[in-house]
Every structure is written in structure tokens, then in C-alpha cells.
């Protein structure tokens, strides 16, 4: 059974860098990539970031390129989210996803949830604020 399990939300000031984990388990070989996504109160949930499971392939939001690296450990089966320089505007409730899609599906197309089906963990808030 999959399971993804986020942690290192928090509170941190303008200017300041935190760094999310997911941790899966259960991930079979249709699981073509693990992405970030966000969701701020009264807005929809937008793809912040997604690696591929296998291969180097990566994608980031135009709102955090620059600032965000995603990045993976296999042998710990995790995967990070270091985010610096974070404005309030990164404010929002952080979620993982596994993400189950057909071969050749881009990462661009993954992350931007227009294909592939995700499998999303509890979620971890982040607050950027002074």
C-alpha cells in the first residue's frame, strides 16, 4: 500500500528557507514521478515542483524557480523540497504526490496536474510571515 509521509512545515520569516520531506513507501514502478504541490486558503491547488522517479527529469513553477530545488534519495526512498529565499506569498499547505501516469507523460504535464493521476499525502503547512 503506498503511504507518503510530509514533514519540516513551519513558520519562518520573510528571506528564510525551509526544507520538506516525503518519505514513501509501497511505490510501484507506475509511479512516474513525486511532485510538490500547494494549496493557499480560497485558491485552487497549483504544482509547485516534481522530480521523476527514475532519470534526472525535473520541473519547477515559474512562482519559484530560482529559489526552489527538488531533489531525491532512493536509498531513503524520500524526496526534498529545499525552498530559500520564501515569501508570504509561499504561504500555503505543502502536499506530496505520487504520481501514476502512462509512459512518455511529460513531467511538465505531471506537474501542472493535466495528466497522470496523483496519490497525495496529509499535507504539511508552511507560513512565511514576520
Not at 98 to 118: D, E, H, K, L, N
Request: charged share 15%; net charge positive; glycine share 12%.
Amino acid at each position: 500500500q503506498l503511504q507518503l509521509v510530509e514533514s519540516g512545515g513551519g513558520l519562518v520569516q520573510p528571506g528564510g528557507s525551509l526544507r520538506l520531506s516525503c518519505k514513501a513507501s509501497g511505490l510501484t514502478s507506475d509511479y512516474y514521478a513525486i511532485g510538490w504541490f500547494r494549496q493557499a486558503p480560497g485558491k485552487e491547488r497549483e504544482g509547485v515542483s516534481c522530480i521523476r522517479s527514475s532519470g534526472g527529469g525535473t520541473h519547477y513553477a515559474d512562482s519559484v524557480k530560482g529559489r526552489f530545488t527538488i531533489s531525491r534519495d532512493n536509498a531513503k526512498n524520500t524526496v526534498y523540497l529545499q525552498m530559500n529565499s520564501l515569501k508570504p506569498d509561499d504561504t500555503a499547505v505543502y502536499y506530496c504526490a505520487a504520481i501514476r501516469a502512462r509512459p512518455f507523460t511529460t513531467i511538465q504535464a505531471m506537474c501542472s496536474m493535466t495528466s497522470g493521476t496523483p496519490y497525495w499525502g496529509q499535507g504539511t503547512q508552511v507560513t512565511v510571515s514576520s
